[in-house]
């Protein structure tokens, strides 16, 4: 088995590595492709990955490269985790719409259209890159916003599901306060990638109790801290939001905070310099304690059981997955993008039956994806209206004043990345 990761030199990698290293059982991977322009990462990355694979007696190879082509000719699946324009676009995104007193963050608001902008093209050449050398290939997407990249992806007709680490987070958490198993732990979990909610917690299936509402009565704090919200609120609605929805339950305080303190990219930045030169201490032979600060923790198990599962080494299993609706939500089309559990095979991702939603968490849900719908517009054939009427549509802008300034802002930061700019 083959794979390939497009983003390879990314500090994030390791992580990967790890799980591949640790479920190697689970996934067998004979070689591991880390695909990346930027040669000096690649190579530290590279080195630490070996030494990994290495000390805990994986038999794969590892191989390094700048060449797309060559590096995903032949690969049963290609992992997409790339960030167009780096830390220093992130960090842009996540401070020019403070000018308007709206959220930056990378995913969310203007910022996180001016991520789509960046990415969707770039990640639609990579994979007609795949396609052209194995139209076999299944692509499984990391990169953000998760919901557009894999929607751009589905509707061009790629192999493709989108995953998050969001809800392995939670399954980990929860199995964790309540003394069982994360494999026990199984989420009702609903919305869109980054505008998600857990209606319930069952034990032993989809079919299993509903315990969450023990969860929130007995850990109801430490649930709440982990928001950072108020838990009056989280008992209010008693379901547990992602934490993604601060932004929107309380943006202006969130714009209050951003505006005080440095950028997440910024902090970022500083970490993956710390990172790398770790990285290239030859005696280094394992992911270091200061990774799980990065971010994407618990990426590695996800991947490799999404992994596994579509190449049929792992067999059929529910995971939490970035697919096409096909009517799960009913008020959504069939081609939206939602993130929900799955039956995930050879075949790809059937998304499972959902509670009904109250309407509280429906209409946000509508509203987000008018919103992709028009960035993805954008992202597929550019133009300054285009931008603006997705900044207009976004639920945390929403207006005339906002908007037009915000896309002025988003082109001027963004225009060596827009073609059509």
């Known amino acids: 088995m083959k794979l390939a990761v497009v983003g390879g030199g990314s500090t994030y990698t390791p992580e990967l590595i790890d799980g591949f290293a640790r479920l190697r059982d689970t996934l067998p991977v004979e070689e591991l492709v880390l695909l990346d322009p930027a040669a000096d990462r690649l190579e530290l990355v590279g080195g630490l990955a070996r030494r990994i694979f290495a000390k805990q007696g994986h038999p794969g190879r590892i191989v390094t490269t700048s060449d797309i082509d060559a590096g995903v000719a032949d690969a049963d699946a290609v992992l997409l985790q790339l960030r167009v324009g780096g830390q220093a676009a992130r960090n842009q995104d996540e401070t020019w719409p403070l000018e308007c007193g709206c959220i ?8 996180g259209l001016a991520k789509a902008l960046r990415t969707v093209p770039v990640v639609l050449d990579i994979a007609e890159r795949v396609r052209r050398t194995n139209p076999d290939a299944w692509i499984i997407d990391f990169t953000n916003p998760v919901g557009i990249v894999t929607r751009a992806l589905l509707q061009a007709g790629h192999k493709a599901v989108g995953l998050c680490n969001v809800a392995i987070g939670f399954q980990r958490k929860f199995a964790a306060l309540l003394d069982v198993t994360p494999g026990e732990v199984h989420l009702d979990h609903v919305g869109l990638n980054h505008l998600t909610w857990e209606l319930g917690v069952r034990l032993g299936g989809p079919d299993g109790e509903n315990v969450l509402p023990k969860l929130l009565a007995e850990h109801g704090d430490a649930i709440a801290d982990d928001l950072h919200m108020p838990r009056a609120i989280v008992d209010r609605l008693g379901v547990v939001p992602s934490y993604y929805l601060r932004y929107f339950y309380a943006h202006d305080e969130v714009v209050r905070e951003l505006g005080t303190k440095p950028s997440r990219a910024a902090e970022v930045a500083a970490m993956e ?10 005696a280094l032979d394992e992911k270091p304690a200061l990774l799980a600060r990065r971010g994407g923790a618990f990426y590695s ?6 992994a596994s599962s579509l190449l049929g080494s792992g067999g059929s299993a529910v995971q939490v997955v970035n697919t096409y609706n096909r009517g799960t939500l009913p008020f959504l089309p069939d081609d939206a993008v939602i993130e929900v559990q799955a039956r995930v095979d050879a075949a790809g991702a059937t998304p499972l039956a959902v509670p009904g939603l109250d309407p509280l968490y429906a209409g946000l849900i509508a509203n987000v994806t008018a919103y992709e719908d028009l960035a993805l517009e954008a992202a597929l054939r550019g133009g300054r209206d285009r931008v603006f009427k997705a900044l207009l549509a976004h639920p945390l802008i929403g207006q005339f004043e ?15 990345h827009l073609a059509w700019a």
Do not use: S
């Open 301 to 306: 198990e996800a991947a490799v059981d999404l």
């Open 402 to 416: 906002y908007a037009e300034a915000l896309t002025d802002k988003l082109i001027a930061h963004n225009r060596e």
């Open 273 to 282: 310099k710390e990172l790398l030169a770790m990285y290239g201490d030859p």
């Open 104 to 111: 930056g963050q990378e995913t969310t608001g203007a910022g």
